[in-house]
């Protein structure tokens, strides 16, 4: 062993059960390069299971509270892990990355039943975000079906109502002819985590169709229910839902559930918004609760400019403006990340399925998990 490799230095660390993990090495396993990573991937599978789980959640702590660390590279490496936990936690760093060379390890994570219910409902909730990338344009459009198509196979055929829920709710955004009468009959069934879960997805369709079944369900007894209902209202902007949201402020005991009505006016906006938000920050005595506040009145300012620019934009006949941009010729794609880290069993053929043209060139030293995991699935 080279002792003066800063990155077998971590590996030793990591290995040494011996010793506690040193916390402040944790920062050094982010944006790891291909070299780094494919030492990780070298000597993952000899790390003690415990030591592997508890890093991995001291990475996911790490990143909830600081954006600016990526330990990405790293949860390439254990979503390969046969050990649950450690999946799961793989899942939630990649969850932002809208790297597209994921949807089919993620696609086939979904589909294998030897994995447990978690690993699937924990896959079905992070395949959400690209069919959304779908609905924008910056995903190919035979792909988002390929997501919607599995998802709906997990809903209608898998044996966990948790791994359906979770797929219905991924399937939200999407603006498939199905989806409506899916989320119709879930909010139909009688049962709360059925009615949660179609709260949800109702917040990400951006349809208002569904904006009277939000206003019934604002005061639902079920408390996760109202969170949803309350969520979902904000998703909407929907704008009945202010008053009843602004009297409500004051009065719920429930600290998320008041944290997601602020977050609702926010991006409602409209009469009364700006004064009552900016009354709770100059009462607030909690540090915390003044930055979310805060955060919220920035909300609200982006929310009420929006709003008057959509009214400056509408020419007065209600013809369609043309967007500046629409002949600009500019590359909007999705810029892929360069490295091939993906490999398992798809060949440079397959891969083109998954990604633009714009994206095919790839490093030929690019470390690749087929080299060291043929058999993670």
Not at 170 to 180: C, D, K, Q
Not at 245 to 271: F, H, M, S, Y
Not at 288 to 304: K, Y
Not at 320 to 335: C, I, N, Q, V
Request: net charge negative; glycine share 4%.
């Amino acid at each position: 062993m080279d002792a003066t490799n800063p990155m077998q230095e971590l590996i030793d660390a990591l290995m040494n059960l011996d010793k506690q993990f040193p916390a402040r090495l944790l920062y050094q396993f982010s944006d790891l390069d291909t070299a780094q990573q494919e030492a990780l991937a070298n000597c993952w599978r000899n790390v003690p299971l415990q030591r592997r789980q508890t890093f991995l959640q001291d990475l996911v702590s790490l990143a909830e509270n600081d954006p600016m660390l990526m330990f990405e590279p790293v949860a390439r490496v254990a979503l390969a892990d046969e050990d649950t936990d450690v999946c799961i936690s793989a899942i939630d760093l990649l969850f932002d990355s809208e790297d597209r060379r994921l949807v089919p390890v993620y696609l086939r994570l979904l589909s294998d039943h030897s994995r447990s219910e978690a690993v699937r409902a924990a896959v079905a909730n992070a395949l959400g975000p690209y069919i959304y990338m779908g609905e924008v344009e910056k995903l190919k459009p035979e792909i988002q079906h390929e997501i919607e198509d599995t998802l709906l196979r997990a809903y209608n055929e898998d044996e966990s109502d948790l791994v359906r829920r979770r797929a219905l709710e991924a399937l939200g955004y999407s603006s498939r002819n199905e989806i409506p009468a899916l989320l119709r009959k879930a909010a139909a069934m009688h049962d709360d985590l059925w009615l949660e879960s179609a709260m949800f997805a109702m917040g990400r369709s951006a349809d208002e169709q569904w904006e009277s079944t939000v206003l019934e369900n604002l005061e639902h007894e079920n408390l996760q229910v109202r969170i949803q209902a309350v969520h979902a209202a904000g998703e909407l902007a929907v704008k009945k839902a202010r008053k009843r949201l602004l009297k409500a402020v004051d009065t719920v005991e429930d600290e998320d559930l008041r944290k997601e009505i602020i977050w609702a006016l926010a991006q409602i906006g409209g009469e009364g918004v700006e004064r009552k938000l900016d009354a709770l920050l100059a009462a607030s005595e909690d540090d915390e609760e003044s930055a979310f506040l805060e955060e919220a009145i920035e909300m609200l300012n982006f929310t009420e400019g929006n709003e008057e620019m959509e009214l400056i934009a509408v020419p007065l006949d209600g013809s369609k403006a043309k967007d500046e941009d629409e002949d600009s010729g500019e590359d909007t794609e999705f810029e892929e990340e360069e490295d091939d880290l993906y490999g398992e069993d798809f060949d440079d053929d397959e891969w083109e399925h998954y990604v633009d043209d714009d994206d095919d060139e790839t490093d030929d030293d690019d470390f690749s998990l087929e080299e060291y995991d043929d058999d993670r699935f």
